[in-house]
């Protein structure tokens, strides 16, 4: 901006009008520019604008990052990531060097658009003005606002390179060599051996991005944002910039490449499951044989988010969507369902009647993270006399004084404080197992009733199987669910499943009959509502504390397939024939009418005047 | 206008006043009109209305329009006669080999268009504002929905600093319970919205908190979606029962909050 602005001065004096004097001047006011853009980025808005600023956040900002913008509000204890502590003056998105402010427009951008899979939303009801004010109010929170020496000028970015191979593997060998593998993971899942370490400056616990779910990338999917956060860095993150240690070129081809790990900009999630017809047999022990029957099976990705109505509430589930298949053959159908986690818990207890003691959602409410770290491991020591999933519930019910919801479970909040107070995932890590669960009505709904069980583990009049998989054993359990503190082992139908973990995703695949005699039987073309669980032992989720999804459907696509061509042809024809039809008689009449009557009625009828 | 396509019915408009100016006749009349209304049942809302209503709204359109051809003999006449020309007159027999070609073409390009509609999951309807129970309890205390009122709105006018601790009570319960899936703004947008169906009830919109009485409010929100009946959809509602989480007077003061944020007032009791 200086360079430009001096540039400018000089292209206003033609050379013949230099004289000394007006040197002298275009000199000072050379200088006094240079420094102008520096001067001119302190810009913290008249008290006016503030006031105005401070209404708005007030009412729209402060319940998640405080009234006193030190990111303490109401919401803080319930979110990951927490809201930004304005106080430190660290931006994590910014288009200005590592460590320097934000602009003005960096912060625009947070507002406007949000910050996608957090609980920082987009703002489009505010006006231009009302951010603008917000923004010079959010400034006032940090003194590093007021001090010149920490603003920089935005970097650019250049135009993207174009995804050709030789970029992408060219961004792959940088990938390597820069270490991106040991946080991001080998393909990119967040799956990297440092993962689970991650803490940012404040010594929170941070998750990673899956730079294979672009949609969720907090800083915007565009090759554009993904170069802008390698040349900037995340401040206060373990995300370094690269500006440095990075030329301009390699960073575009190592946008290039995490570009092409991604699934595309928007997860496109779907409604329906279409279950496809094969004849081989279904044979879970042949890993090949069942990738190809897999293999054209369409996959559908359906969004999960946390269980918050039951007690046990999940405010930040770490898992955000499962994507799911389904083949079935004469006898038999089979489930494949996959989801990205950041590393396989596989030596913990899991189970989805396993209680979850009130407040354990809650980020240290009501007592500090030490004491809740060492609670969380007593309790432990209990659990751990049941022997993991395989406890019945009953008796994990008797432990916790009956599973009934009433007031007496709650009252005892302050019990729960002491129990699991802020137990954090990453210092225990394996005390809870990965676990997935699919969920099915133990019977369909009358045609034309939109009748399902109550979509958190069924109600007491319309049950749910549970196809429950503790990723610790790898086997599938079947349970009953009449609600979620009624969920109870059966034996009822025998459900196979075998799991793999590789580079940050699980995949389990099911094996059922079709038919069952006390569960859902899956005939062709019948919708059939299924719904998903996933806990993360990792976030410690464990029973209720789960990531969901509402009831979709799997439909059993029809076995023999009714081909367009007849139905297409039959139409035309049809439509051919009506016409030929209405042809043949019009011209008929008229023939009749021409034989049968005299001349002038034809001429009446040709000048188009009505003939009787 | 808002819920309308604009350009859509702009042009519409367009054409019918072409129309007029060149005194079209009675059958090219009768075709804009179905064509037009063809075209505002399938573009011209928003928020597209479902293929079977328009097929309905289409069905009777078409109905009228036929009534209308054959009111009288005269018309009848007017209507077909240029129909009967085209297929009669020789010097139209290349529009007409054109039209005999065509419509079989379109026939056959629909039927295969609805063969290949991709597979949805079946819909169903749902009340969005189910008729509520005659009386409710909640945590023991039974309430009469007729009269039942919130407990501190008097406040507004009798003691406003105890009626701001409320509101700032009401806040943070909502800030610590409801915004996930009601939103920040509270446009049922929140970051848990697009995994739930029903999604969550949108309060800036002006058609749901003030043509509900408060106690309706309290009622949706203490006993939640197990409280809703059958036609409300209760086993696809994430709406937590809050009775189990909150207190009473916690719940009053959230539902005096989300009004008070977003401007409304509640329906006045005995208002139908």
Known sequence: MARHGISITAAHHPPAACSAAPRAVAAAVAA???????????????????????????????????????????????????????????????TTPNGMLPTDDDLRRAIEVGLPYTSMPGWPNLTSAEIDNVIYYIKSFS????????????IDIPPPLESTE????????VYEEQGCASCHGEVGRGDGPSAPTLVNDKGDPIKIADLTQRWTYRGGPTKEDIYRTFSTGLNGTPMP????????????????????????????????????????????????????????????????????????????????????????????????????????????????????????????????????????????DFFGDFGGEEAPAAAEDDFFGGGDTGDDFFGGGDDGDDFFGGGDAGSGGAEFSDAVALQFPISLAEAGSPLKPYFLFGDSQNPVDLWFVNLTYGVA????????????????????????YDQGEWTVTYKRRRSSRAGISFAEQQYTPIAFSVWDGFNRERGNKRALSSWFYVYTEPSVQQAATLPVLRAAFLVLAIELLVVFLVRRRARQRAAGSDTAADAVAAAGAPAV | MDGFNLPLLLALAAVAGALVWRRANTLTWLLFSWGAL??????????????????????????????FASSSRERLEEVTSPIVRLIREPRYRLPLAALLVALPALAAYNVHADMNVPLEAPGFGREVHPAPPTEITVHGETLDMATADNPYI?????????YEEHLENGRRVYYENCFWCHGDGMGGDGMFAHGLNPAPSNFNDGGTLPILQASFVHWRIALGAPGLPAGGTPWDSAMPAWEKFLTTEEMWDVNLFIYDFNGFEPRALGQH
């Open chain 2, 38 to 67: 063809w075209a505002f049942f399938k573009f011209g809302f928003t928020v597209p209305i479902p293929q079977s209503v328009a097929t309905i709204y289409l069905g009777i359109t078409t109905l009228a329009l036929v009534c």
């Open chain 1, 143 to 154: 003194p590093d606002f007021e001090n010149p020496d920490r603003y920089g000028e935005p």
């Open chain 1, 477 to 500: 359990d079947t349970f009953r669910g009449r609600g979620s503190d009624q969920v109870v082992p059966t034996e009822a139908d025998i459900v196979e499943a075998v799991t793999s």
């Open chain 1, 166 to 173: 030789e970029s992408i593997s060219r961004g792959r060998v």
């Open chain 1, 241 to 380: 910039s690269y500006a440095d240690s990075l030329e301009v070129e390699d960073r575009q081809h190592l946008v290039n490449y995490v570009y092409s790990l991604g699934d595309g900009d928007d997860p496109g999630y779907g409604t329906l499951i279409t279950a496809v017809h094969a004849e081989e047999p279904i044979d879970l022990q042949n890993g090949d044989a069942l990738d190809a029957l897999f293999a054209d099976a369409p996959m559908t990705r359906f969004p999960l988010v946390g269980q918050i109505s039951e007690p046990g509430r999940n405010f930040y589930p770490s898992v955000t969507s499962i994507e799911a298949q389904a083949v079935y053959n004469r006898d038999e159908i089979a489930f494949r369902v996959r989801w990205n986690d950041l590393r396989a818990d596989t030596t913990g207890r899991n189970g989805p009647s396993m209680d979850v003691p009130m407040w354990d959602e809650d980020n240290g409410i009501g007592g500090d993270a030490e004491d809740g770290a060492e609670d969380a491991a007593d309790s432990g």
């Open chain 1, 32 to 94: 006094l520019l240079a420094t102008a853009p520096l001067m001119a980025q302190v810009d913290l808005g008249t008290e006016e604008q503030r006031a105005a600023g401070k209404v708005v956040y007030d009412k729209y900002c402060g319940q998640c990052h405080g009234d006193d913008g030190d990111g303490n509000g109401y919401a803080t204890l319930r979110v990951k990531p927490k809201p930004r502590d304005f106080t430190t003056g660290k931006y994590k998105f910014r």
């Open chain 2, 154 to 162: 008097h406040l507004h006018e009798d003691d406003p600093a105890a």
